[in-house]
């Protein structure tokens, strides 16, 4: 690229933010700037309540894992013992 046209490039996208940023969306960033990651204190409870409920749902399904684990585990003992040949005696 040319140095000549790179100026005006950066010219007008420089100008494009400016005006973008000044607007609403620039107010709502600094907002939420100003704000910080806090945000309503409602909806971080009721994010950090969904959080205790998904571990818990998480600490049931390895459960239930464990529980199918065991069980297979049995059944393949078992279909195992039928397979092998009876002793003659």
């Known amino acids: ?24 969306l620039g107010q709502a960033l600094a907002q939420r700037l100003r704000d910080g990651a806090g945000g309503d204190p ?20 390895a459960e239930s894992q464990e529980r199918l684990d065991f069980a297979e585990r049995l059944l393949a003992r078992r279909t195992e013992a039928e397979q092998l040949p009876r002793g003659e005696g």
């Open 1 to 24: 690229m040319d140095s000549p046209f790179i100026v005006p490039v950066v010219f007008f996208i420089m100008t494009g933010l400016t005006v973008i940023l000044r607007g609403p």
């Open 42 to 61: 409602t909806l971080r409870a009721d994010v950090d309540a969904l959080r205790g409920e998904l571990d818990d749902v998480r600490h049931q399904l």
